[in-house]
């Protein structure tokens, strides 16, 4: 067995990311690296780093995007499509942030599971942006097979117009009793109304003011909320529950859809920061060079990257640590906590998992990928096929298991199962032997299909401090700050969204719409002037 920690692991460049793309670079590979090149030591203000004519463009700006998670990769995207010459800077060595992979032996892994939803509008708009929507699958409409502790149930949406869809499959949800159900069903009607969720009151409060049973919680509202939000209900708001209820279970008909990337999530980060003019990984910034009222510099520990602005896409408690930041005037950073996620992969003997004919290029992996609502072909031949969700294991995709430490299982590969362990609080301090013996009995457990198969290899990936928790009262920052030339973006700032991809797509987007609209387009034409000549200095040399 193998063990990591995908905030620890040491990761090399992303191979894909090479010189033809965009310009990498890391601090520790060549620290007296020659300084041409980096957008930073422009004296003219072009990228190219020819100087200036009468008959030349106006130079643009220079941003530097701090954090190259999703959060600051949509936002230099969004800047790039305006002209504005960008700069990604990173403190790991691995772009993505949260949603990235890294290589463990033969494998690479993603640092967590990651589903992806139907109503991530912004997130799925990135990722077309990129032209990567075919390394993406998504049901074609909502369909999941829940293994409760007495049997299987499938909960699957019927082809009508929202709410319908997924209300009469509902009423035939056989995993509840019927007074489950009209519990359910009363509480999903109350989320509908426009106020709900009293100021300060958490999810768990509100599922207990509508009389929801233990039932119902454990096997409806466990299983799909507490993935989406990462928290316990006693520690989130109200509020945060229902805008989940809402947006996923009570949009549109494709809102709910879930799919997951077929490819490494570092792909998308990857080919996000090949249109940005400059990559610098390794470098964390330590501190804000603010001079009269402006954001100037960025300081790497003894360097300064000059700016004209930035987009600070960096976690709070990290915000919070640099040098400066309080010029910004962001209150409540200290207030946000974070909640674990464990991942525990399961690499079963053959048989299990692989196609009918046992062949693993029939398995998913090898199929070929829906596109989305468009795409109504099913990799999934059982599935479609049959109404039995005995008959779906061989194409086993996602399951989620009620009253389990683990919630949701993905099936990787021939006989390689994901299991996500959401709110892991009690659990991420587990030694690793221990949370894969617990997955694998979990599984054994629910799946007889496993048998007596044997555990080839377990690995268990661990995120301490994974996601934010959107607790009763937090107060989330928009992205504008005292400085109008530097703005904040992350899933944690006020999207409305609970941390997600989704999330951070759109903060990003808002972080560069709020930057544009704070230096407009006539104040560009002045430009900042060569008087502002911008320095980066590597590897703190001179
Ligand atoms: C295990 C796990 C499972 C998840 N599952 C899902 C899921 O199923 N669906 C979903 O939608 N979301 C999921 N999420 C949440 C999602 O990954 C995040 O909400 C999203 O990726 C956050 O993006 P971000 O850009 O806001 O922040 P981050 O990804 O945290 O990016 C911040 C970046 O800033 C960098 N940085 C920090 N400090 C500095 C500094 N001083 N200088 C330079 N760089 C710095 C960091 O290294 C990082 O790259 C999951 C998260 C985890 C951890």
Same mark, same amino acid.
């Given at each position: 067995?193998?063990?990591?920690?995908?905030?620890?692991?040491?990761?090399?460049?992303?191979?894909?990311?090479?010189?033809?793309?965009?310009?990498?670079?890391?601090?520790?590979?060549?620290?007296?690296?020659?300084?041409?090149?980096?957008?930073?030591?422009?004296?003219?203000?072009?990228?190219?780093?020819?100087? /200036?004519?009468?008959?030349?463009?106006?130079?643009?700006?220079?941003?530097?995007?701090? !954090?190259? !998670?999703?959060?600051?990769?949509?936002?230099?995207?969004?800047?790039?499509?305006?002209?504005?010459?960008?700069?990604?800077?990173?403190?790991?060595?691995?772009?993505?942030?949260?949603?990235?992979?890294?290589?463990?032996?033969?494998?690479?892994?993603?640092?967590?599971?990651?589903?992806?939803?139907?109503?991530?509008?912004?997130?799925?708009?990135?990722?077309?942006? +990129?032209?990567?929507?075919?390394?993406?699958?998504?049901?074609?409409?909502?369909?999941?097979?829940?293994?409760?502790?007495?049997?299987?149930?499938?909960?699957?949406?019927?082809?009508?117009?929202?709410?319908?869809?997924?209300?009469?499959?509902? +009423?035939?949800?056989?995993?509840? !009793?019927?007074?489950?159900?009209?519990?359910?069903?009363?509480?999903?009607?109350?989320?509908?109304?426009?106020?709900?969720?009293?100021?300060?009151?958490?999810?768990?409060?509100?599922?207990?003011?509508?009389?929801?049973?233990?039932?119902?919680?454990?096997?409806?509202?466990?299983?799909?909320?507490?993935?989406?939000?990462?928290?316990?209900?006693?520690?989130?708001?109200?509020?945060?529950?229902?805008?989940?209820?809402?947006?996923?279970?009570?949009?549109?008909?494709?809102?709910?859809?879930?799919?997951?990337?077929?490819?490494?999530?570092?792909?998308?980060?990857?080919?996000?920061?090949?249109?940005?003019?400059?990559?610098?990984?390794?470098?964390?910034?330590?501190? +804000?060079?603010?001079?009269?009222?402006?954001?100037?510099?960025?300081?790497?520990?003894?360097?300064?990257?000059?700016?004209?602005?930035?987009?600070?896409?960096?976690?709070?408690?990290?915000?919070?640590?640099?040098?400066?930041?309080?010029?910004?005037?962001?209150?409540?950073?200290?207030?946000?906590?974070?909640? /674990?996620?464990?991942?525990?992969? +399961?690499?079963?003997?053959?048989? *299990?998992?692989?196609?009918?004919?046992?062949?693993?290029?029939?398995?998913?992996?090898?199929?070929?990928?829906?596109?989305?609502?468009?795409? /109504?072909?099913?990799?999934?031949?059982? *599935?479609?096929?049959?109404?039995?969700?005995?008959?779906?294991?061989?194409?086993?995709?996602?399951?989620?298991?009620?009253?389990?430490?683990?919630?949701?299982?993905?099936?990787?590969?021939?006989?390689?199962?994901?299991?996500?362990?959401?709110?892991?609080?009690?659990?991420?301090?587990?030694?690793?032997?221990?949370?894969?013996?617990?997955?694998?009995?979990?599984?054994?457990?629910?799946?007889?299909?496993? !048998?007596?198969?044997?555990?080839?290899?377990?690995?268990?990936?661990?995120?301490?401090?994974?996601?934010?928790?959107?607790?009763?009262?937090?107060?989330?920052?928009?992205?504008?700050?005292?400085?109008?030339?530097?703005?904040?973006?992350?899933?944690?700032?006020?999207?409305?969204?609970?941390?997600?991809?989704?999330?951070?797509?759109?903060?990003?987007?808002?972080?560069?719409?709020?930057?544009?609209?704070?230096? /407009?387009?006539?104040?560009?034409?002045?430009?900042?002037?060569?008087?502002?000549?911008?320095?980066?200095?590597?590897?703190?040399?001179?």
């Amino acid at each position: 067995m193998m063990k990591t920690d995908a905030s620890r692991a040491g990761m090399a460049l992303p191979a894909r990311v090479g010189s033809s793309q965009p310009r990498v670079q890391s601090r520790r590979e060549d620290p007296a690296a020659p300084r041409a090149g980096v957008p930073g030591t422009r004296q003219s203000g072009r990228a190219d780093g020819r100087a /200036p004519s009468d008959g030349d463009a106006i130079p643009a700006r220079h941003v530097a995007v701090v !954090g190259a !998670g999703l959060a600051g990769l949509a936002a230099a995207l969004s800047l790039k499509r305006e002209g504005w010459r960008v700069t990604l800077v990173e403190r790991s060595r691995l772009l993505g942030g949260k949603a990235t992979s890294f290589q463990l032996g033969d494998i690479e892994m993603d640092s967590g599971q990651h589903a992806i939803l139907g109503c991530y509008s912004s997130f799925l708009e990135f990722v077309d942006e +990129l032209g990567m929507r075919g390394d993406l699958r998504i049901q074609e409409r909502f369909d999941v097979l829940m293994l409760t502790d007495t049997g299987r149930a499938r909960l699957r949406a019927l082809r009508l117009p929202a709410p319908l869809h997924l209300a009469l499959p509902f +009423l035939r949800f056989r995993a509840l !009793g019927v007074r489950s159900r009209l519990q359910v069903a009363r509480a999903l009607l109350a989320a509908r109304r426009p106020r709900g969720g009293e100021e300060g009151e958490t999810f768990a409060a509100w599922l207990h003011r509508h009389g929801q049973g233990t039932q119902a919680q454990r096997v409806f509202w466990e299983p799909f909320l507490v993935p989406a939000l990462n928290a316990p209900f006693d520690r989130v708001s109200a509020a945060a529950g229902l805008m989940v209820v809402r947006t996923a279970l009570l949009g549109s008909r494709d809102a709910a859809r879930i799919g997951y990337a077929t490819v490494p999530l570092a792909r998308f980060a990857e080919r996000a920061a090949e249109q940005c003019d400059q990559v610098l990984l390794r470098t964390p910034v330590t501190g +804000l060079h603010v001079e009269g009222g402006e954001l100037r510099g960025l300081l790497t520990g003894d360097a300064e990257i000059g700016v004209d602005a930035a987009v600070l896409a960096v976690p709070p408690e990290r915000l919070v640590r640099m040098a400066g930041a309080e010029a910004l005037e962001v209150p409540d950073l200290e207030t946000f906590t974070t909640q /674990p996620i464990v991942d525990v992969h +399961l690499w079963y003997e053959r048989p *299990i998992g692989a196609g009918a004919d046992g062949d693993p290029a029939s398995s998913h992996r090898g199929s070929p990928p829906l596109a989305g609502a468009a795409e /109504p072909r099913s990799a999934h031949p059982a *599935i479609e096929r049959s109404q039995d969700p005995a008959d779906v294991w061989p194409y086993l995709d996602f399951a989620a298991m009620t009253g389990s430490p683990v919630q949701w299982i993905f099936a990787k590969g021939p006989g390689y199962l994901c299991c996500s362990l959401s709110s892991a609080g009690d659990l991420i301090s587990q030694p690793e032997e221990r949370l894969v013996a617990l997955a694998d009995s979990e599984l054994r457990s629910r799946l007889t299909e496993l !048998g007596g198969a044997t555990l080839l290899r377990g690995v268990a990936v661990r995120d301490p401090e994974a996601t934010f928790v959107p607790a009763p009262g937090l107060r989330r920052p928009g992205p504008a700050t005292a400085l109008a030339n530097a703005v904040l973006a992350g899933c944690w700032t006020d999207t409305g969204w609970p941390a997600t991809m989704e999330g951070a797509v759109r903060s990003g987007r808002a972080a560069a719409r709020t930057l544009m609209a704070a230096l /407009p387009n006539q104040e560009r034409a002045t430009g900042p002037g060569p008087a502002r000549t911008s320095r980066v200095e590597l590897g703190g040399g001179s």
